[in-house]
């Protein structure tokens, strides 16, 4: 920060210790040009009864001394001493002094009723000198000033901060937000309770402004307990919305990560259906849908999650079709095919497929570049345990969409399948779910690092480790959360 002029040790001493006023200069005020009339000015300024101008001194020889008077002093000899010219070598100071001793010069006698010196140079002394004050004057306004401004401004800003504090409303996002996270409501959950576990997860910016828009809704005592698929940094307003809308009305919302099984069951729900009615219509209509021709007349990946509107007497198809329609313009615009080549990858369809292992894996947007990551570490490095994965993923998660359900036995676990990644290099045949934005620029631009293995701790935090120790750290703190044992040799819980 520039270093300000020290007006203390100038300006404000003049100020401080009072000198007597001169006709001529008034203190804090700039001195005016003098012309023609400031003679007349200083003359009308002197008091009344001036001292008579003496008359002019003549050289006269010293007399001879006559010795001291009376009282013991020579007036002779002092009175001579006075008329006496000044020694030669005191003369006129140069002019680089004057303005030091137009400083350090006492105030002219003309107050006290002296003779003021009207001569030019003392007129220019006394311009030079005022000129200096106002200067230093001006800068000490200056500065006072500044100073003053400063405290109405922080005191503004302290009572807006008051206000806002007491009186204002909650602090809160604007909009819907973006990315994806998985938020677990629970069942009993309060609109409070529902705040905070929002706010925790970084879905709004506070619990006050979720629950003053809760209150504000009359359809948010419909939010039935489950996992939701939030955004991050949504405004109150529309994180209750969300909540309201995943629960019923008259709109469609198809989160990210969820497999075709479970969207044709949901539009059934939605549409009044018999159970397995959409199902049925995606495999006999699949020509219809709009598919790609890399797809293999496979719908999964290629329901776009979003959401969706749904009017009287319409039909599955209409929705199916909107989905596929959605999905293929994305995947065109972020040129899947480009992108792969890029990060070795054979084709776009391949990225689609890593990007629904991704979105089934993952629980929060966030964590996607790392897990891109360590997939990828995984499919091209011998990283891993001591056997290491030899470009094999390892992930239930594909083996899970296969049996159609969470569990498998350990005869499950070593058969060789297509979508079994313990058996299998590489990638499985197909997504096993619908992928969303974030997911596919993940894999496309996954985080730099040397992840290997990652653990979802809860909905909304994933572990992520390099070695198979520390790996192993998290795997235990897991099970001891869930109540369960921990088997240090198989890395799992009992």
Known sequence: MPQQPQYGQQGYPQQQQPMPQQPYQQQGVPQPQYGQQQPVQQQAQQPVQQRPQPPQQQVRQPAPPSGPGPDGIDWEAEAAALDAPAPAHEAEPEPEDWEDEAEQAPEDDSFFGGEQDNSREAERKRKEKGKKSGRRNRGACLVVALVLMGGVAGAGWWGYGFYQDHFGPPPDFAGAGSGSVNVEIKGGSTGTQMGLTLKNAGVVKSVEAFTAAFGKNPKAGTIQPGIYTMQHQMSGTDA????????????????????????????????????????????????????????????????WPTRYSITEGMKPEELLKQMVANATQHYSELKLDEGAQKIGLKSGYEVIIEASILQAEGNNSADFGKMARAMSNRLNTN????????????????????????????????????????????????????????????????????????????????????????????????????????????????
């Open 383 to 494: 990283a891993g345990p001591p056997s290491g994965t030899w470009g094999r993923l390892e992930l239930d998660t594909t083996l899970q969409y296969e049996l159609g359900r969470t569990t498998f036995t350990a005869a499950e676990h070593d058969k060789d399948t297509p979508y079994n990644t313990y058996k299998r290099k590489g990638l499985p045949p197909t997504p096993i779910a619908n992928p969303g934005d974030d997911a596919i620029k993940a894999v496309l631009n996954p985080t730099p690092g040397n992840w290997i293995y990652w653990i979802a701790m809860n909905p909304q935090e994933t572990r992520f480790a390099g070695t198979w120790d520390e790996h192993l750290k998290n795997v235990q703190e897991w099970c001891t959360g869930q109540g369960k044992g921990f088997d240090q040799k198989a890395g799992q819980c009992k």
């Open 240 to 303: 209750v919305q969300r909540l309201v809308e995943s629960n019923g009305g008259n709109v469609l919302i198809i989160s990210e990560g969820r497999k075709a099984a479970d969207i044709y069951a949901t539009i059934d729900t939605k549409l009044k259906l018999a159970k397995g009615t959409t199902a049925t219509v995606a495999k006999d209509q699949v020509a219809s849908l709009g598919l790609p021709a890399y797809a293999n007349g496979n719908p999964e990946g290629f329901l």
